[in-house]
């Protein structure tokens, strides 16, 4: 690999030794990429105050030597989100988004649309106009759409019943199935999840519209629980670990885990 330049944001930041950093980018061009910053501690002028969390940079990184990390060579801030690293509420969701991609995302696979996205909830919890709670739902539910392993919320997983014809006001959904369960085939099961009518069409509306557009939408009390819910036992469960950070937003919103954490594998 050549030396290249590309706008990227800040995923995780690790020390390494006693004057280097290992920062974990989500890039627009190159994926997810590692790169470690050499003299990113002892150096007072060398990229002061640009590498914090969430930060988007134009960054230029050049191979290491042999097989080793990238080497960050260059950055220059473009975002810095300032008003989100001093809302400890909004580094909870900011933190919960950004270990979700760094779990999920293969080394140097190019996904332009999460990324789009990423960046489109940060600029908007740092303005702080929509409500944090339904930049999570956006987030979380445009992610796995992106990312290929969305339910279908439109029918029952067993018999393909659509939710127009299901009688019940709340329809089950089964986490481990990763569907929609009617009435007539619902079955004693753990992990099961109510989802009210109303919540379905607001998450299917912000599913496949217009990202942009998703904002508007303005969600129920209960489409807000409901929808956090579901998307936070949801998405841990089918990714196979409970992210440390989805556990610090709980407890920072006061709210008890959805899904019982010894399910999951711990992720550090």
């Known amino acids: 690999m050549s030396s290249f330049s590309t706008p990227a944001i800040v995923l ?7 004057y280097d950093l290992i920062i974990n980018f989500f890039t627009l061009n190159k994926g997810k990429v ?14 002061a105050g640009i590498l914090e969390l ?14 080793g990390l990238l080497v960050l060579q260059e950055a220059t801030l473009k975002q810095s989100f300032s008003k989100s690293r001093a809302d400890i509420v909004k580094i909870a969701y900011a933190s919960y988004w950004a270990e979700l991609i760094n779990i999920w995302m293969e080394d140097g696979k190019k996904q332009v649309q999460i990324y789009q996205l990423f960046q489109h909830v940060l ?17 979380q539910i445009r992610f796995i759409k992106i990312s290929g392993f969305c339910p279908d919320l ?3 997983g067993n018999c393909r019943i659509k939710i127009e014809e299901i009688k019940k006001g709340r329809i089950a959904f089964d986490i481990v199935k ?11 099961a753990l992990n099961k999840i109510y989802l009210s009518r109303g919540t ?34 949801f998405v841990p469960y089918h990714l196979g670990i409970m992210p440390r950070s989805l556990k610090f937003l709980r407890q920072i919103r006061g709210t008890n885990d959805y899904v019982h ?3 999951f594998p711990v992720h550090g």
């Open 261 to 263: 954490s010894s399910q």
């Open 200 to 233: 379905i069409k607001q998450l299917l509306w912000v599913e496949n519209g217009d990202l942009k557009k998703a904002g508007r939408i303005r969600f129920t009390k209960t489409a807000l629980s409901e929808g956090l819910k579901f998307l936070e036992a």
């Open 123 to 139: 600029r908007e919890l740092d303005l702080g106009y929509m409500p944090r709670k339904t930049l999570s739902i956006i987030f």
């Open 12 to 18: 995780r930041r690790i020390d390494f030794g006693d």
């Open 54 to 67: 969430f930060s988007v940079l134009e960054i230029v990184c050049s191979p290491g030597r042999g097989k």
């Open 154 to 156: 439109t029918q029952c």
């Open 178 to 188: 990763g569907c929609l369960i009617c009435d007539r085939c619902s079955s004693p």
């Open 34 to 47: 590692s790169v470690i910053v050499k003299s990113a501690k002892k150096s007072v002028k060398r990229f």
